[in-house]
């Protein structure tokens, strides 16, 4: 529990409620308040020096003391002297706030089929829609044959390539849990655990590159056109966003929409002097930096 205690009023913040207590009969308000209603919160000082923590509701029709606050923000008063311990409680409830902001786009259905029986052994149905997207399925024949064998019954195969890899023509192919190069003569496996992003690098008249990176190394993949090494990047960070959600080693990446929650709440914080040039600066800096793409 986070607790601000003023001369006027006690403010208390745990477990996803906001409570505020007055110590003394004035016309400070008694609230018990979830986060999920505020559609922010602020400190700001007042024109005769006081301290007011800023309360504003997502919805105009929150009634305050008996009046609905037509999404004007809610005043609670507090001596300067507390403004560190605010300070703390604004910045719990805040980072609350764009936790519960957070959108996970939908998911396709992930869950690994099983083989069904084709004319050269068990085929996987997820590899086969996959190889139907590739523009030259054909021409990997072989190496899709191999993934057909060699796909765990535990992962999902996403989508498929045709590339080169040190000087070796293959396949390769990301699941949920893997990435795989194929070739007629080998399979070489990339936990996806230990991946943290890739992207397709083009050049006029020269070979496109799929560049995947994690573990501190790059790995790069050749193909002459951009589109199936297109699919399979996108393929990779939905793998790696999954990975990273749903319990891995790997820490959490913060979305775009978790970037620019922060930096609403940061330029806010300026705008009422809570935070001096210099902090201010760097982490703007540092939000734009962590910023995808």
């Known amino acids: 529990m986070i607790e601000v205690w003023g001369a006027r009023v006690a403010v208390r ?7 505020t207590t007055p110590l003394r009969a004035d016309n400070e308000a008694a609230l018990d308040i979830a986060v999920a209603e505020l559609a922010r919160i602020a400190l700001a000082t007042t024109d005769d020096d006081q301290l007011a923590m800023l309360l504003f509701f997502r919805s105009a029709q929150v009634s305050v003391q008996g009046a609905p606050t037509d999404r004007h923000p809610v005043p609670v ?8 311990q605010a300070q703390v409680l604004v910045r719990a409830v805040e980072r609350d706030l764009i936790s519960l902001r957070r959108v996970f786009p939908p998911r396709p259905n992930l869950v690994p089929p099983s083989p069904v029986p084709g004319p050269n052994g ?7 829609a996959a190889a139907a997207r590739m523009r030259y399925a054909g021409n990997s024949g072989r190496e899709i044959e191999i993934l057909h064998g ?3 019954p535990d992962e999902y195969v996403l989508e498929l390539a045709q590339a ?6 293959g396949l390769v192919a990301i699941t949920t849990l893997r990435l795989l190069f194929v070739s007629a ?3 070489y496996e990339f936990p996806v655990a230990v991946l943290s992003g890739a992207a397709v690098l083009t050049a006029p008249g020269q070979v496109v590159t799929l560049r995947v990176s994690g573990a501190g190394a790059e790995l790069d993949f050749l193909d002459w056109e951009p589109v199936d090494l297109g ?3 996108e393929a990779l960070r939905l793998a790696c966003e999954i990975e990273h959600v749903d319990g891995s ?12 929650g922060e930096w609403q709440l940061l330029v806010e914080r300026r705008k009422l002097g809570m935070v001096a040039d210099d902090p201010f600066r760097r982490q703007a800096v540092g939000i734009m930096l962590a910023m995808p793409g």
């Open 77 to 84: 008063f507090l001596e300067t002297g507390v403004r560190e």
């Open 231 to 233: 699919r399979v990047a």
């Open 249 to 260: 080693i790997a820490q959490s990446l913060p979305s775009s929409a978790d970037l620019f």
């Open 185 to 187: 003569w080998a399979v």
């Open 150 to 152: 060699c796909a765990r």
């Open 164 to 169: 080169g890899h040190e000087g070796a023509p």
């Open 122 to 128: 068990p085929q996987r149905p997820d590899v086969t």
């Open 13 to 19: 913040y745990a477990d996803g409620r906001l409570v």
